[in-house]
C-alpha cells in the first residue's frame, strides 16, 4: 500500500532540506543527503531497488511521484 501521507517520514530531513531517497511504498527513507546523488548512492548502498527521491521541504512543494 502506497503511502500518501509524507508527513512524518519526512519531518526529520526538512529543516535541513535535505534529498530524501524513499522506498517505493514512501513509507521509509532509505537515504538523505545534500545532492540527490548522495542520498540515492546512500539509498543503494543499503540494498533499495528503485527509491524514490524527493527534497524534503517545510511545506512539501515539489513532490512528484512516479510508479511504474
Request: net charge positive; charged share 25%.
Amino acid at each position: 500500500k502506497l503511502n500518501t501521507d509524507l508527513r512524518k517520514v519526512l519531518a526529520p530531513y526538512t529543516k535541513g532540506r535535505l534529498w530524501v531517497a524513499l522506498t517505493e511504498d514512501n513509507r521509509k527513507v532509505v537515504g538523505s543527503g545534500k545532492s540527490a546523488a548522495v542520498a540515492l548512492r546512500r539509498a543503494q548502498e543499503v540494498g533499495a531497488v528503485n527509491p524514490v527521491l524527493m527534497r524534503a521541504l517545510p511545506d512539501y512543494s515539489g513532490f512528484i511521484s512516479v510508479h511504474r
